[in-house]
């Protein structure tokens, strides 16, 4: 199952060791630059290596995990978690929590955080070496080029949606030689010089429409994710921490001019939508679409329908690359084993290889909709009688016939687990809920195991720092190859860093932004699309649903309201994978949101009405300086001509 390891990981690389101070110009391995382009296999090599510099999304590096706390954990290790600091609003430019701006082995595991800049300049060497490899035929050599400027762009990108403005290292600084240190630029010419990359890479048609040597090459970058993190990148610039942001008016480049620009710009959101277009266009080229029933391989006895539906929406994110047509690139330098081994709960007392930390709080629980496709808080059911099946939804209910496939009847749990969307059940797991699947699959559905989260359970934790703190687990996290085996614990490492789901979702956000005005109607296309994802997740179509269920019945007609829903829905389809963090923060919405007491079960006592009482875990905070990540002081001091982020 760990695939990846093949070309990305257990190729060995050639450099011991990479200097992590971009400030650094001296190759930390310039004796055996040489070596490292003598043939095609150790140029492969270097290749790998900088992929190997890619951001990581496991456990740390990653200031998505619980950075804007969709997930948390428990209080036991908050404090030394660097993602959930930054979810209070912990942050620092003297030691900053997460930092990928310089190094600080003292961050991470395995040295993790490095600089981005120490892999940006590894590609800039691979682009001004690989011309002298004898052995290297030309169409392999063009394919390796586009790769290395993919890298370049995509750790541009991440650094510019970490820190606003940055300094682009668009080739290797010279040796030997005195060079002028980098200043900061403006956020549109950094956009621009990563664009530029990607059209350099699209237009050069080196990369391959699909990976075919799948044990040896999965990881690397394809024609469909160089289309498709170009139409990231656009939707990114358009959005509004890069379009028209007022907020920094003060924060001035050295000539004295924003870095930030401070007129709109609606042409932004046209270029967006033609470039998912494209990008989607390029997917379906690639065989790239979203995962559907019928590419469930069905296992063990026979499921029920709704049963079905939950594992194909579980599958979509979490089935292997491999055999899942929606991924369209993953970073298989990650490990989301121990992602996997930190979701998946205990259904019995001698299974304790995991740890259940990762839990899911109230803000993300009442995201879902109802079973009637729309907010909670909307529906007209939840909201009759003046709020309340709302109010009452911590309250508790005994399991029904009606819902028996995702809670065991004649069990009591929370009224707020019942009369939800199936992404609900598919993306969490509760006291009291059914969780089919994983080494359960031979089970009939409708007697699949039951988590039981009440401390003393097996579902509830066994170690002081090992327990689910809210009562909700990520279900969806989990793959479904995932099992134990007696009392051991075989997590399966998947990778889905961009999905197709994602892609549509930018599209139609974008498409949906090129509308007239506020209140002009979007574009039909709007509706068609993303009534494809309500299909799949079992929902009638948006308009119908708002028409019959909601006390907001016009919300979808026009551009303002179809904003509120997009990002809604974005929200849900992409609940728990670590895109939420980046989401509020380029909507500009997260100082509303990320300010709130996170909340969740008493999950610490053992009876029902101790532990169905919702107590207060954590105070979320967010300012506006939070947008922006600080650039460490020690940087600053070694370079007075970089600018701090305002507010540190």
């Known amino acids: 199952m760990k ?170 600084l010279p040796v030997g030689e005195a060079v002028e240190a980098p200043r900061r630029e403006k956020v549109d010419d950094c956009f621009r010089y990563v664009i530029k990359l990607m059209d350099d890479v699209i237009e050069s048609d080196a990369l391959p429409n699909v990976i075919t040597a799948k044990n040896t090459e999965l990881g690397r970058f394809t024609r469909a994710a160089a289309y498709a993190f170009r139409a990231k990148a656009l939707v990114y610039w358009a959005s509004p921490l890069f379009n028209e942001n007022t907020a920094y008016n003060s924060f001035l480049d050295h000539n004295g001019e924003p870095f930030f620009n401070q007129v709109y710009d609606a042409e932004r959101w046209t270029k967006a939508a033609e470039a998912c277009r494209q990008a989607l266009d390029a997917c379906a080229e690639g065989g790239v679409r979203l995962y559907e029933a019928s590419d469930y391989r069905v296992q063990g006895a026979a499921i029920s329908d709704t049963t079905l539906q939950l594992q194909v929406l579980r599958s979509a994110l979490g089935e292997t690359w491999y055999t899942n047509p929606e991924i369209i690139w993953g970073n298989f330098s990650s490990s989301m084993g121990g992602i996997v081994w930190a979701c998946m709960p205990r259904f019995s007392a001698n299974e304790t290889l995991n740890d259940v930390v990762l839990s899911v709080p109230f803000s993300t629980v009442d995201l879902f909709y109802s079973n009637h496709g729309v907010p909670i808080e909307e529906d007209k059911e939840w909201t009759a009688n003046g709020m309340e099946k709302y109010n009452n939804r911590f309250t508790t209910r005994t399991g029904d016939a009606a819902h028996r496939y995702y809670i065991e009847p004649g069990e009591n749990t929370a009224a707020m687990n019942f009369d939800r969307e199936p992404r609900f059940y598919s993306s969490l797991g509760f006291d009291r809920g059914r969780w089919y699947g994983n080494y359960y ?86 509706y068609r699309l993303l009534d494809q994802l309500r299909t799949r997740a079992g929902l009638e179509g948006i308009e119908d649903s708002y028409a019959q269920y909601t006390n907001k019945p016009a919300e979808p007609s026009t551009k303002a309201g179809m904003r509120n829903i997009i990002r809604r829905e974005r929200n849900i389809e992409l609940a728990l994978e670590g895109h939420y963090y980046w989401d509020c923060r380029r909507w500009r919405t997260a ?58």
Not at 444 to 470: F, I, M, Q
């Open 3 to 172: 695939i990846l390891r093949n070309i990305l990981i257990a190729l060995p690389v050639v450099f011991g060791s990479f200097s992590c101070n971009y400030l650094d110009v001296v190759p930390d391995q310039i004796a055996t630059l040489d070596n490292a382009f003598s043939d095609r296999n150790t140029t492969l090599r270097y290749l790998a290596s900088c992929y190997w510099a890619m951001p990581r999304s496991g456990w740390y590096g990653n200031p998505a995990w619980c950075g804007a706390m969709e997930m948390i954990v428990n209080k036991t290790l908050s404090a030394t978690y660097q993602p959930m600091q930054l979810g209070m609003g912990l942050d620092n430019a003297t030691v900053p929590l997460i930092n990928y701006w310089s190094h600080d082995p003292g961050l991470g595991t395995d040295g993790w955080p490095r600089s981005l800049y120490a892999g940006i300049r590894e590609c800039n060497t691979l682009l001004e070496n690989i011309e002298q490899v004898g052995d290297l035929p030309i169409g392999e050599r063009n394919r390796m080029i586009a790769e290395a400027k993919m890298l370049k762009a995509y750790m541009h990108f991440y650094l510019l949606c970490m820190y606003g403005p940055i300094c682009p290292l668009r080739e290797s």
């Open 591 to 648: 100082e509303k949101e990320l300010n709130r007491a996170v909340r969740g079960w008493n999950t610490l006592e053992s009876t029902e009405a101790e532990y169905y009482r919702p107590i207060r875990l954590y105070d979320q905070k967010f300012s506006q300086r939070d947008y922006l990540s600080p650039l460490p002081e020690g940087d600053i001091i070694k370079n007075p001509r970089l600018k701090q982020n305002p507010g540190y």
């Open 441 to 526: 699959v031979q089970l009939p559905d409708n007697n699949a195991p039951v988590l039981k989260g009440r401390w003393g359970e097996p579902s509830a934790g066994y170690l002081p720092h090992a327990y689910n703190c809210t009562g909700y687990y990520p279900k969806k996290m989990v793959n479904l190859a995932t099992m134990y085996e007696g009392n051991g614990f075989m997590s399966v490492e998947y990778a889905a860093d961009f999905r197709y789901a994602d892609l549509l979702l930018l599209y139609i956000e974008a498409l949906n932004e090129t509308a007239a005005s506020e209140n002009a109607r979007p574009d039909a296309e709007v």
